[in-house]
């Protein structure tokens, strides 16, 4: 069973990657089936059940609260995966963001290359290593939205979905230090695993490295 701190934590990376990549099919199917349920005139909503209509300003105060609970002094990173190599840090005042070296136990890091307006497209970084009560597998992504739309993964649970797939993916390596992690790992692309697996497409790996500094609380 999960505990509720991994919980929270895939909580907060789909946030992370929902901030980056725009409006979902599933939001528009519920806009939907929102609009054809609605009351005639004769049945009318009472005003008291309507939500407010600032939705979007609840989503950021969620946020919000929950990268509180991980508020960190800053943190790093630079990843190189096969010839390129992408830098990442923690902007001041991101509501996402974060960099803490000691999360239960293990290292997790949720990194951007760009500001603290999560509205503007960024490439992000997601690190999740384990130790202590995090016990998860290690886990490494580049989700890539300035110059691409691609997206970086090291994670061997992808064999719990598509156990064909050649053998070596993930996490190779690890080590943490203090307030760094640094490692090596075979990284797939996402997208060339739905193409592979349906038989359209070769899939596309890449060896890398990783190394993540945390700032000291």
Same mark, same amino acid.
């Given at each position: 069973m999960q505990r509720p701190h991994? %919980?929270?934590?895939?909580?907060?990376?789909?946030?992370?990657?929902?901030?980056?990549?725009? &409006? #979902?099919?599933?939001?528009? #199917?519920? &806009?939907?089936?929102? #609009?054809? &349920?609605?009351? #005639?005139?004769?049945?009318?909503?009472?005003p008291?059940?309507?939500p407010d209509a600032g939705s979007d300003d609840q989503t950021v105060s969620?946020?919000?609260?929950?990268?509180?609970h991980f508020d960190t002094a800053g943190g790093t990173?630079?990843?190189?995966?096969?010839?390129?190599?992408?830098?990442?840090? %923690?902007?001041?005042?991101?509501?996402?963001?974060n960099c803490d070296a000691d999360f239960f136990g293990g290292f997790v890091a949720i990194l951007t290359s760009g500001t603290a307006d999560i509205s503007i497209p960024?490439?992000? %970084?997601?690190?999740?290593?384990?130790?202590?009560?995090?016990?998860?597998?290690?886990t490494v992504r580049v989700k890539l939205a300035?110059?691409?739309?691609?997206?970086?993964?090291?994670?061997?649970t992808i064999y719990e979905q598509y156990p064909d797939l050649p053998a070596g993916l993930g996490v190779t390596s690890f080590s943490i230090d203090g307030t760094t992690a640094s490692g090596s790992a075979m990284f797939f692309e996402q997208e060339s695993v739905y193409q592979?697996?349906?038989?359209?497409?070769?899939?596309v790996v890449a060896d890398g490295t990783f190394t993540v500094t945390c700032a000291a609380e």
């Open positions: 991994v %919980l929270i934590m895939v909580g907060l990376i789909a946030l992370v990657l929902a901030a980056c990549g725009g &409006t #979902s099919d599933e939001s528009s #199917s519920d &806009t939907a089936a929102s #609009s054809s &349920t609605s009351p #005639s005139s004769d049945q009318a909503a009472d008291a059940d309507v969620t946020v919000g609260s929950i990268g509180d990173a630079t990843v190189t995966i096969g010839d390129e190599t992408w830098e990442f840090a %923690l902007p001041e005042g991101h509501l996402i963001a960024a490439d992000t %970084l997601i690190v999740m290593l384990p130790g202590g009560d995090v016990t998860d597998p290690p300035v110059g691409s739309d691609a997206e970086w993964i090291a994670d061997e592979f697996s349906a038989g359209n497409g070769d899939l």
